[in-house]
């Protein structure tokens, strides 16, 4: 079972910055498609950002547009998220989602991370 580990969440001030990440807990052959979803209390879990294979296209919610950038290292089958100019209304649980295949000449299959906590404060 794969495990998608993310990191880089925390409190900032408004007008700050966050950079957060997502890689698998053992070794994985790749990562294909990824993308960053968030939770806000009391909310659904929205789609933020989203990157096709080998980061050919990239798509993100209005909401954040021309403020986070999703990238990706696929040496280090890692994922990130950076997020500037934050708001309070950012803030919310983080999670990566990602297709993942274990071995070569496997399918690949859809994995989320725990999520980690982004709090922006006024």
């Known amino acids: 079972q794969v495990q998608l580990v993310e990191s880089g969440g925390g409190l900032v001030q408004a007008g700050g910055s966050l950079r957060l990440s997502c890689a698998p807990s053992g070794i994985v052959f790749s990562m294909g498609d990824l993308d960053w979803y968030r939770q806000a209390p009391g909310n659904q879990r929205e789609l933020v950002a989203h990157?096709?294979?080998?980061?050919?296209?990239?798509n993100y919610a209005d909401s954040v547009k021309g403020r986070f950038t999703i990238s990706r290292d696929d040496a280090k089958n890692t994922a990130y998220l950076q997020m500037d100019n934050l708001k309070p209304e950012d803030t919310a649980v983080y999670y990566c989602?990602?297709?993942?295949?274990?071995?070569?000449?496997?399918?690949?299959?859809?994995?989320w991370g725990q999520g980690t906590q982004v709090t922006v404060s006024a």
């Open positions: 990157s096709s294979a080998g980061g050919a296209s990239t």
């Open positions: 989602y990602a297709k993942v295949k274990r071995e070569i000449g496997q399918f690949e299959y859809g994995y």
